[in-house]
Nanobody
Framework: RFHVVGSGGGLVQPGGSLRLSCSAP????????MDWYRQDEGNPREWVSS???????RYADSVKGRFTISEDKLKDTVYLQMDRLKPEDTATYSC?????????????WGQGTQVTVSP
């Protein structure tokens, strides 16, 4: 099982930056990766980015070129660096363990962290 903890949200002006963190002890030893999702009030949850255990990264078109996902394997922590933020990036961001191995499967989610982009 994973205890996933997300953090790092806040209020930022358009064009600003934030870095979200998602800690999941055991992530590296179990060869799992991480997804980031976001959901704004009244909208369905949207996949944002993912990193797999081999380091492969993927991004939604809406954030490509502005967001960067990375991992510190020693800390079992995944980061989402968000640059050039836009008001439409405002949402609650959540992280979830991913992977093809049985050890990665189980709907392990961190608590959401609010990101608000506003003048």
């Amino acid at each position: 099982r994973f205890h996933v903890v997300g953090s790092g949200g806040g209020l930022v002006q358009p064009g600003g930056s934030l870095r979200l963190s998602c800690s999941a002890p055991g992530l590296t030893s179990k060869s799992c990766g991480m997804d980031w999702y976001r959901q704004d009030e009244g909208n369905p949850r949207e996949w944002v980015s993912s990193i797999s255990t081999d380091g492969t990264t993927r991004y939604a078109d809406s954030v490509k070129g502005r967001f960067t996902i990375s991992e510190d394997k020693l800390k079992d922590t995944v980061y989402l660096q968000m640059d050039r933020l836009k008001p439409e990036d405002t949402a609650t961001y959540s992280c979830s363990v991913n992977g093809v191995y049985v050890s990665c499967v189980g709907a392990y989610w961190g608590q959401g962290t609010q990101v608000t982009v506003s003048p």
